[in-house]
């Protein structure tokens, strides 16, 4: 079991930066693949970034490739989103994720356990 806590969001005006953090429970952590999904209103729950047990692999949807860069500290049981060149398009609630089988990081269907999410709002 693992429970997963995001913060750092808040609202931001275009161009600007946020970084978000999620902080798992639990011995294991390093046992996880983690990503970060997002959902805006009316839309559909969508994958943003993903990451590999150690890092070793990351994925991006194509619209924060550049953008938007992944990170996680196993140490500290936390995983990141540095979020810069921020878009109006970007505004969501930002959940993070853990996938147990460090299988296919870009599909929600992967991940076991989900955080309570974190609201980014981008003004333009």
């Known amino acids: 079991q693992v429970q997963l806590v995001e913060s750092g969001g808040g609202l931001v005006q275009a161009g600007g930066s946020l970084r978000l953090s999620c902080a798992a429970s639990?011995?294991?952590?390093?046992?996880?693949?983690m990503g970060w999904f997002r959902q805006a209103p009316g839309k559909d729950r969508e994958f943003v970034a993903g990451m590999s047990r150690f890092g070793g692999v990351t994925y991006y949807t194509d619209s924060v490739k550049g953008r938007f860069t992944i990170s996680r500290d196993n140490a500290k049981n936390t995983v990141y989103l540095q979020m810069n060149s921020l878009k109006p398009e970007d505004t969501a609630v930002y959940y993070c994720a853990a996938n147990p089988d460090n299988s296919d990081l870009r599909n929600p269907d992967e991940y076991d356990y989900w955080g309570q999410g974190t609201q980014v709002t981008v003004s333009s």
């Open positions: 639990g011995r294991t952590f390093s046992r996880y693949a």
